[in-house]
């Protein structure tokens, strides 16, 4: 395939001292719950799930890990609903377009988001980055649904200090044989240990902010409404908070 066919972005590994792994983080306690999608069902997916458990990853400081972070939402209503995000520069952020859309309600986007890259507990590595100008697909705008993604612009330059993944926008032949295995890694509001099997372990609406992930198999598939080709990892357990 020729250069035309596909771009890529850079990524950048932040180099990382012994110093740096072991010195006292800063603190920010709050309590959270978790966005979910229109058609979430956490007690169905865990129990589809329930023979593969995700993991934990605890050196959230440390790249890869420190790219990920928590899209912090500020609703007006006195408490905070939080979403994953992956930084892909040094101040812009992906994340999911119904992560800052009130879209089961006002449909307007929400007036304070923040991302806090890296937050592992209560622990933030990196500080807190307020969203400056958040830019959304016209098409989930029309629907609320389709082009379910946005990038958004951070006031400050997290990318610098944790790092940050690449983009790859290629043609769907391409992709397919890129998509052979993925990791699916984001802050759930809730997880099911070995140890509780039976019940759901809340995270954060008692303040625990943890990055779990699970990795399997991934494909392209036909979108039989649009015709559009979507990457389908259904047999990768998510929960709300995770997207």
């Given at each position: 395939?020729?250069?035309?066919?596909?771009?890529?972005?850079?990524?950048?590994?932040?180099?990382?001292?012994?110093?740096?792994?072991?010195?006292?983080?800063?603190t920010?306690?709050f309590?959270?719950?978790?966005?979910?999608?229109?058609?979430?069902?956490?007690?169905n997916?865990?129990?589809?799930?329930d023979?593969?458990?995700?993991?934990?990853?605890?050196?959230?400081?440390?790249?890869p890990y420190?790219?990920?972070?928590?899209?912090?939402?500020?609703?007006?209503?006195?408490?905070?609903i939080?979403?994953?995000?992956?930084?892909?520069?040094?101040?812009?952020?992906l994340?999911?377009?119904?992560?800052?859309?009130?879209?089961?309600?006002?449909?307007?986007?929400?007036?304070?988001?923040?991302?806090?890259?890296?937050?592992?507990?209560?622990?933030?590595?990196?500080?807190?980055?307020?969203?400056?100008?958040?830019?959304?697909?016209?098409?989930?705008?029309?629907?609320?649904?389709?082009?379910?993604?946005?990038?958004?612009?951070?006031?400050?330059a997290?990318?610098?200090?944790?790092?940050?993944?690449?983009?790859?926008?290629?043609?769907?032949?391409?992709?397919?044989?890129?998509?052979?295995?993925?990791?699916?890694i984001?802050?759930?509001?809730?997880?099911?240990?070995?140890?509780?099997?039976?019940?759901?372990?809340?995270?954060?609406?008692?303040?625990?902010?943890?990055?779990?992930?699970?990795?399997?198999?991934?494909?392209?598939?036909?979108?039989?409404?649009?015709?559009?080709?979507?990457?389908?990892?259904?047999n990768?357990?998510?929960t709300?908070?995770?997207?």
């Open positions: 395939m020729d250069s035309k066919s596909q771009l890529k972005t850079l990524c950048f590994q932040p180099k990382q001292s012994k110093s740096n792994q072991l010195q006292n983080f800063k920010c306690n309590k959270s719950d978790p966005i979910k999608e229109a058609n979430d069902n956490g007690k997916t865990l129990k589809k799930f023979g593969k458990l995700r993991r934990r990853f605890e050196k959230t400081s440390t790249f420190s790219v990920h972070g928590l899209v912090r939402v500020d609703p007006g209503n006195g408490s905070y939080t979403g994953t995000g992956i930084l892909i520069g040094p101040d812009f952020m994340t999911a377009a119904h992560n800052i859309y009130d879209v089961k309600g006002s449909k307007q986007k929400y007036a304070s988001i923040e991302f806090i890259p890296g937050i592992n507990e209560q622990e933030i590595p990196f500080g807190i980055f307020k969203v400056v100008e958040p830019y959304v697909p016209y098409e989930f705008l029309k629907t609320w649904e389709k082009e379910d993604y946005a990038l958004l612009v951070l006031d400050g997290p990318g610098n200090l944790a790092g940050y993944f690449d983009l790859h926008v290629a043609e769907k032949e391409i992709i397919k044989e890129k998509i052979k295995g993925l990791h699916v984001g802050y759930p509001g809730y997880v099911r240990t070995k140890d509780e099997r039976n019940k759901l372990k809340f995270l954060s609406a008692k303040g625990r902010h943890q990055l779990w992930g699970m990795g399997g198999d991934g494909w392209l598939e036909v979108d039989k409404k649009n015709g559009e080709f979507l990457i389908n990892y259904s990768i357990m998510t709300g908070g995770q997207s």
